[in-house]
């Protein structure tokens, strides 16, 4: 496109995509402008277009401006790889103009000279709304380049930019800038300004700014001042001021603060604020421009982020928002023919009104919202008696919408039951009645004795040195409170005596032990602190069990036909000779969601062991710092077929095999959406595997070792007599002596589809895969080093394989996403995807059309790339 009529704003292009476009002449005009040229006095409207590729010899790849008048809107614009020989890859604004730029994303963009994104002489340049991530430049401005020009900046980010000489991101020469709730991080110069650099009397003010982990080869990490007459002011910034360079006596500081702002994930680009960051509310609502009422991402830009009643700006680009979040955590009680309490749930966070729905009541019950909040009333039918599953989904106005759903439980008890019982430790007594705080019991066995069917025993903070607390079959819901101190919660202490609980009498669901923590429980046969069999499937939520010991099932033991369930408990510091946290046997089937398990030890299986015709259901729990004197550093599985989906494996160990996992003689283990980092063992630092045929889908295996120095197989998986199938599955930066990711030997068959094998190690041979003389692997759509093959067996990467780097955003801080430009995209085969598997490792949909060429195609690897 051309402007140089006097093109005014009522002139406008949108919704377009401008690619490749190219002005490679020797001199203006027909070397700048690739994609538009605007000049004399021309301000045309530019909206929702799509700006890459474009190139120009001298300026302006995509976009060149000239002529005091020259002022074109720049509106819901990206602006990715396009590049000039000279300077401002994607736009450059000459003599005098004045380009208004919103809501603009410009990523990838180089220059040669300076200005990698956009470069601005003798011109106004205001710019809103913005991200800058990945541009690049040989000399100044790794995003921006200013010279002798106003600029100014409110509500942009800048992050991974870079430049060969000064300036990671932004460089002012003679210029006047004015920067307002910006963030500036992992920006980078080689020589001065990892962020900022001022020269030649260029004046910066930044105002409610972050400015944090840039980095600057020679001086000036943050800021560099690099003369006398120039100067930088900072109010209200947050900013590591370690990282000031050059004239520091030019820098001002007024009410600024110097710690790390607590980003939400820096390795994926996420500059959003935790909840602990300093930088919520600490900045100063007069720095704020009048118009400006939203953040970068679109939020309200003054909130009341520490919920203190004062609405006070944050600092840097992006708003802390109060996550939308249903409030209510439990449900009243209710009884058959009797009616029930009306009961209001009620939302907080998000962007009102709220819309909600609710599904799972007992029959006699309804439910309806009253404006944002919801009604639940009724009386519960006869036949109704039992614990409900209520799940409860609250969505908000937002754009996109944001939606939260729970489960919670509501007991109905028959008809003339419900009693509450007390239990007080420390000032109840056995001789009460039990019937309210103060008259309460002082044992939880002198409770449970007493109560009856959907009875609702409470117990107080305090420790109960307790053994062998028996349910009796008895459907009781055993609840801790924190009734005698805020935020505490009773402790069942065995003192070594004994166990803490036992059910083999076939209790069900509704027999619950709710938010305990259960110590010190020693036995020298099964279950230290818990055990579980003929037909009992109790439900344990909500508790903590430490240094319990056992000689299988250091915590809990299961057998014998039991399904226990097992939510949000945390496993710390128990032992067994197997089974440390977790030991499932004769035909049992545990369910154990949410749960953490760290620091266990055993001969076998140091957080579970599941043997003998056991299945197990392991859903988001996550395993850390587990030893095992021998085999299955977190997970030994002699069992059915476990399906593990959604956990995460690091740092634990095996000193024999299997760092993470073991699955030995024909475990069918499915793993499902796992991560495995940092594990180790003698064979196989991530996962080992005899005589069986795991599934592994979306699973990444990332820095798993093996110890030995000889004979040291299978940095992440190494596989004996066994058949593993393995699906879109990343192998990266693992190490071992023979076979980098994979060591298969004695008869096995590994079959690879959609994977990525790539920068793995091995010490003698085999970087990604080693295959001995009686094995085989077959690699279907993979990307592979294929020079990183060992052993005499047969490897076939003969069907749609590629030998190409995957370019992963930032493997060394483990970030194994897909960038843009990645050979991965769209290369895989949909027909290799398991059904029902429609996400990847992230949670997003697993096959979309990632090159814009209309057809979704998986991609290779754990990760889908999000265009």
Same mark, same amino acid.
């Given at each position: 496109?051309y402007?140089?009529s006097?093109e005014?704003?009522?002139?406008?292009?949108?919704?377009?995509?401008?690619?490749?476009?190219?002005?490679?002449?020797?001199?203006?005009p027909?070397?700048?402008?690739?994609?538009?040229?605007c000049?004399?006095?021309s301000?045309?409207?530019?909206?929702?277009c799509?700006?890459?590729? %474009?190139?120009?010899n001298?300026?302006?790849?995509?976009?060149?401006?000239? %002529?005091?008048?020259?002022g074109?809107t720049?509106t819901?614009?990206?602006?990715?790889g396009?590049?000039?020989?000279?300077?401002?890859?994607?736009i450059?604004c000459?003599?005098?103009?004045?380009?208004?730029?919103?809501?603009c994303t410009f990523?990838?963009?180089?220059a040669?000279?300076?200005?990698?994104?956009i470069?601005?002489?003798?011109?106004?340049?205001s710019?809103t709304?913005?991200?800058?991530?990945?541009?690049?430049?040989?000399?100044?401005?790794g995003a921006?380049?200013?010279?002798?020009?106003?600029?100014?900046?409110?509500?942009?980010?800048?992050?991974?930019?870079?430049?060969?000489?000064?300036?990671g991101?932004?460089?002012?020469?003679?210029?006047?800038?004015?920067i307002?709730?910006?963030?500036?991080?992992a920006?980078r110069?080689?020589?001065?300004?990892g962020?900022?650099?001022?020269?030649?009397n260029?004046?910066?003010i930044?105002n409610?700014c972050?400015l944090w982990?840039?980095?600057a080869?020679?001086g000036?990490?943050?800021?560099?001042?690099?003369d006398?007459?120039?100067?930088?002011?900072?109010?209200?910034?947050?900013v590591?001021n370690?990282?000031?360079?050059?004239?520091?006596?030019?820098i001002t500081?007024?009410?600024?603060i110097?710690?790390?702002?607590?980003?939400?994930?820096?390795?994926n680009g996420?500059?959003?604020?935790?909840?602990?960051?300093?930088?919520?509310?600490a900045?100063?609502?007069s720095l704020?421009?009048?118009?400006?009422?939203?953040?970068?991402?679109?939020?309200d830009?003054?909130?009341?982020?520490?919920?203190?009643?004062?609405a006070?700006?944050?600092?840097? /680009?992006y708003?802390y928002?109060?996550?939308?979040?249903?409030t209510?955590?439990?449900?009243?009680?209710?009884?058959?023919?009797?009616s029930y309490?009306?009961t209001?749930?009620?939302?907080t966070g998000?962007t009102?009104?709220?819309?909600?729905s609710?599904?799972g009541l007992?029959?006699?019950?309804?439910?309806?919202?009253?404006?944002?909040?919801?009604?639940?009333?009724?009386t519960p039918?006869?036949?109704?008696?039992?614990t409900?599953?209520v799940?409860?989904?609250?969505?908000?106005s937002?754009?996109p919408?944001?939606?939260?759903?729970v489960?919670?439980q509501?007991?109905?008890?028959?008809?003339g039951?419900?009693?509450?019982?007390?239990?007080?430790?420390?000032?109840?007594?056995d001789?009460n009645?039990?019937?309210?705080?103060?008259?309460a019991?002082?044992?939880?066995?002198?409770?449970l004795?007493v109560?009856g069917?959907?009875?609702?025993?409470?117990?107080?903070?305090?420790?109960?040195?307790e053994t062998?607390?028996?349910?009796?079959?008895?459907?009781i819901?055993?609840?801790?409170?924190?009734?005698?101190?805020?935020?505490?919660?009773p402790?069942?202490?065995?003192?070594?005596?004994?166990?803490?609980?036992y059910?083999?009498?076939?209790?069900?669901?509704?027999?619950v032990v709710?938010n305990f923590?259960?110590?010190?429980?020693?036995?020298?046969?099964?279950?230290?602190?818990?055990?579980?069999?003929?037909?009992?499937?109790?439900t344990?939520?909500?508790?903590?069990f430490?240094?319990?010991? /056992?000689?299988?099932?250091?915590a809990?033991?299961?057998?014998?036909?039991?399904s226990?369930?097992?939510?949000?408990?945390t496993?710390?510091?128990?032992?067994?000779?197997?089974?440390a946290?977790?030991?499932?046997?004769?035909f049992?089937?545990?369910?154990?969601?949410?749960?953490?398990?760290?620091?266990?030890?055993a001969?076998d299986?140091?957080?579970?062991?599941?043997?003998?015709?056991?299945r197990l259901?392991?859903v988001?729990?996550?395993?850390s710092?587990?030893?095992?004197?021998n085999?299955?550093? /977190?997970?030994y599985?002699?069992?059915?077929s476990?399906s593990?989906?959604?956990?995460?494996?690091s740092?634990n160990s095996?000193?024999r095999?299997?760092?993470?996992?073991?699955?030995?003689?024909?475990s069918?283990?499915?793993?499902?959406?796992?991560?495995?980092?940092?594990?180790s063992?003698f064979?196989?630092?991530?996962?080992?595997?005899?005589?069986?045929?795991?599934?592994?889908?979306?699973?990444?295996?990332?820095?798993?070792?093996v110890?030995?120095?000889?004979?040291?197989?299978?940095g992440?998986?190494c596989?004996?007599?066994?058949n593993p199938?393995?699906? %879109?599955?990343?192998?990266?930066? %693992?190490?071992?002596g023979?076979g980098?990711?994979?060591?298969?030997f004695?008869n096995s068959?590994?079959?690879?589809?959609?994977?990525?094998?790539?920068g793995?190690?091995?010490?003698?041979?085999?970087n990604e895969?080693y295959?001995d003389?009686?094995?085989s692997?077959?690699?279907?759509?993979?990307?592979?080093?294929?020079?990183?093959?060992?052993?005499?067996g047969?490897?076939?990467?003969?069907n749609?394989?590629i030998?190409?780097d995957?370019?992963?955003v930032?493997?060394k801080?483990?970030?194994?996403?897909l960038?843009?430009?990645?050979?991965c995209?769209?290369t895989?085969?949909?027909?290799?995807?398991?059904?029902?598997?429609?996400?990847?490792?992230?949670?997003?949909q697993?096959?979309v059309?990632g090159?814009?060429?209309?057809?979704?195609?998986v991609?290779?690897?754990a990760?889908e790339?999000?265009?």
């Amino acid at each position: 496109f051309y402007f140089g009529s006097g093109e005014e704003k009522d002139s406008v292009i949108e919704n377009f995509t401008i690619k490749n476009g190219k002005k490679d002449g020797a001199s203006y005009p027909d070397s700048t402008g690739g994609a538009i040229l605007c000049e004399n006095n021309s301000s045309p409207a530019i909206v929702n277009c799509a700006f890459s590729g %474009n190139s120009a010899n001298w300026s302006g790849g995509a976009i060149y401006c000239e %002529n005091s008048s020259s002022g074109p809107t720049v509106t819901n614009c990206t602006f990715s790889g396009n590049s000039a020989n000279g300077d401002g890859g994607a736009i450059s604004c000459w003599s005098y103009s004045s380009p208004t730029l919103s809501n603009c994303t410009f990523s990838g963009n180089s220059a040669n000279g300076d200005g990698g994104a956009i470069y601005c002489v003798f011109s106004d340049l205001s710019i809103t709304g913005c991200t800058f991530s990945g541009n690049g430049v040989v000399d100044y401005g790794g995003a921006i380049y200013c010279w002798e020009s106003s600029l100014v900046l409110t509500n942009c980010a800048f992050s991974g930019n870079s430049a060969n000489g000064d300036g990671g991101a932004v460089y002012c020469k003679s210029c006047t800038s004015s920067i307002v709730n910006c963030t500036f991080s992992a920006n980078r110069a080689n020589w001065f300004g990892g962020a900022i650099e001022c020269y030649s009397n260029g004046s910066v003010i930044l105002n409610n700014c972050i400015l944090w982990g840039n980095l600057a080869g020679i001086g000036g990490d943050e800021i560099y001042i690099s003369d006398s007459g120039s100067s930088c002011t900072l109010n209200s910034c947050c900013v590591d001021n370690t990282g000031y360079g050059g004239q520091r006596r030019n820098i001002t500081e007024n009410n600024c603060i110097y710690d790390d702002p607590q980003f939400v994930d820096t390795a994926n680009g996420d500059y959003h604020l935790k909840d602990v960051s300093p930088c919520i509310d600490a900045g100063d609502n007069s720095l704020v421009p009048s118009a400006v009422n939203k953040d970068l991402g679109g939020d309200d830009r003054v909130v009341d982020g520490d919920n203190d009643g004062n609405a006070v700006v944050d600092i840097g /680009a992006y708003e802390y928002q109060l996550s939308l979040q249903i409030t209510a955590t439990t449900l009243p009680d209710g009884e058959e023919g009797v009616s029930y309490p009306t009961t209001t749930l009620n939302a907080t966070g998000g962007t009102p009104p709220y819309t909600w729905s609710v599904s799972g009541l007992p029959s006699g019950l309804t439910w309806s919202q009253v404006g944002d909040a919801v009604e639940i009333s009724g009386t519960p039918a006869s036949g109704t008696a039992g614990t409900h599953d209520v799940d409860v989904t609250v969505s908000d106005s937002s754009s996109p919408t944001q939606s939260v759903s729970v489960t919670l439980q509501l007991v109905v008890n028959p008809a003339g039951s419900g009693t509450t019982w007390y239990v007080d430790g420390i000032n109840g007594s056995d001789s009460n009645g039990g019937s309210s705080w103060s008259d309460a019991f002082a044992t939880i066995g002198k409770a449970l004795s007493v109560a009856g069917d959907y009875d609702l025993v409470l117990v107080a903070d305090a420790t109960y040195n307790e053994t062998d607390l028996n349910f009796n079959g008895k459907k009781i819901y055993l609840k801790g409170v924190d009734h005698n101190n805020a935020g505490q919660r009773p402790v069942i202490d065995c003192q070594g005596k004994g166990r803490a609980f036992y059910f083999g009498s076939g209790e069900t669901k509704d027999s619950v032990v709710d938010n305990f923590t259960i110590k010190n429980g020693v036995v020298f046969d099964d279950g230290g602190a818990l055990y579980c069999c003929d037909d009992s499937s109790p439900t344990i939520t909500n508790c903590t069990f430490s240094g319990n010991s /056992a000689g299988c099932g250091g915590a809990i033991y299961c057998c014998d036909n039991s399904s226990p369930t097992i939510t949000n408990c945390t496993f710390s510091g128990n032992s067994a000779g197997y089974g440390a946290a977790i030991y499932c046997n004769s035909f049992s089937r545990a369910t154990v969601i949410d749960c953490v398990f760290s620091d266990n030890s055993a001969w076998d299986g140091s957080a579970i062991y599941c043997y003998d015709k056991s299945r197990l259901t392991l859903v988001g729990c996550a395993f850390s710092g587990n030893k095992a004197n021998n085999d299955g550093g /977190a997970i030994y599985c002699d069992c059915r077929s476990p399906s593990i989906t959604g956990c995460t494996f690091s740092h634990n160990s095996a000193t024999r095999y299997g760092g993470a996992i073991y699955c030995y003689s024909s475990s069918r283990a499915t793993v499902t959406n796992c991560t495995f980092s940092s594990n180790s063992a003698f064979w196989g630092g991530a996962i080992c595997c005899f005589a069986s045929s795991p599934i592994l889908t979306n699973c990444l295996f990332s820095g798993n070792s093996v110890t030995g120095v000889t004979f040291s197989y299978g940095g992440a998986i190494c596989c004996e007599f066994g058949n593993p199938r393995i699906k %879109n599955c990343t192998f990266s930066g %693992n190490s071992a002596g023979d076979g980098g990711a994979i060591y298969c030997f004695d008869n096995s068959t590994m079959i690879l589809d959609n994977c990525i094998l790539w920068g793995d190690s091995a010490g003698s041979s085999g970087n990604e895969i080693y295959i001995d003389a009686t094995s085989s692997c077959t690699l279907n759509f993979c990307c592979v080093e294929n020079k990183g093959y060992g052993g005499g067996g047969s490897i076939d990467d003969t069907n749609n394989c590629i030998s190409a780097d995957p370019q992963f955003v930032d493997p060394k801080n483990g970030d194994f996403h897909l960038e843009s430009t990645s050979p991965c995209i769209d290369t895989g085969e949909n027909s290799l995807v398991p059904s029902g598997v429609d996400k990847d490792l992230n949670g997003k949909q697993r096959t979309v059309d990632g090159n814009n060429d209309g057809k979704a195609i998986v991609d290779i690897g754990a990760y889908e790339y999000q265009p």
